[in-house]
Every structure is written in structure tokens, then in C-alpha cells.
């Protein structure tokens, strides 16, 4: 559309996919409001360093700096204790699963 210097309007952006979700005007604000509280019911320190790492990924010029970005995070992530109570949790589940 840049380069085109083509304006198009909302159920063509959606259609071609530049949106994920189309609402009337007036329920704009409501959606907005609705779609704010589930990105911070969701939000915690998983996703600010996955968002984080995916940034400095992108950032990194060589295949090498983007793999030492990951290698780093990855050992973050798994080494907490958030990680470790949540894998706990999982794996409960599964052998409770198995058992039935």
C-alpha cells in the first residue's frame, strides 16, 4: 500500500490480512477496552523476554548473533522458577491423564 500510495479501507485490510478484526465504529472503544484486558491478564515475564529477544533477534545481523540471543533466553526461561513450577504443573497433568 506504500508504495502504491493506495488507500484502501478496513474489510480490505482484513481481507488481505493488515487486520486480525474488524468492529463498527461504535464498538470500537469497547473492543479496544476488552482487547486491553486480556494482554494484561496474559502479560508476565515469559512474554516481555520473549518479546524482548524476538526484538534483539531481529536486530542481530549474523545467524550467530541471533542463535547466542536465543541460547541465552532459552536458559533464562528454563532455569526459573516460574518455568520449573509450570513444567512441574504440566507434567502432573499428563501423568494424571495417563493413569485414566
Do not use: C, H
Not at 478496513?10 to 484486558?37: C, H, K, Q, S, Y
Amino acid at each position: 500500500m506504500t508504495v502504491l500510495a493506495r488507500e484502501i479501507d478496513a474489510d480490505e485490510a482484513f481481507r488481505i490480512g493488515l487486520a486480525n478484526l474488524v468492529v463498527p465504529r461504535a464498538e470500537w472503544r469497547v473492543t479496544v477496552d476488552e482487547m486491553m484486558a486480556q494482554l494484561v491478564a496474559g502479560f508476565n515475564k515469559s512474554v516481555a523476554d520473549g518479546k524482548r529477544t524476538l526484538y534483539a533477534q531481529a536486530a542481530a545481523r549474523s545467524l550467530d548473533e541471533k542463535y547466542e540471543i536465543a541460547t541465552e533466553a532459552m536458559v533464562d526461561m528454563f532455569s526459573s522458577a516460574s518455568f520449573q513450577a509450570g513444567m512441574k504443573k504440566f507434567l502432573s497433568k499428563k501423568k494424571e491423564k495417563g493413569r485414566k
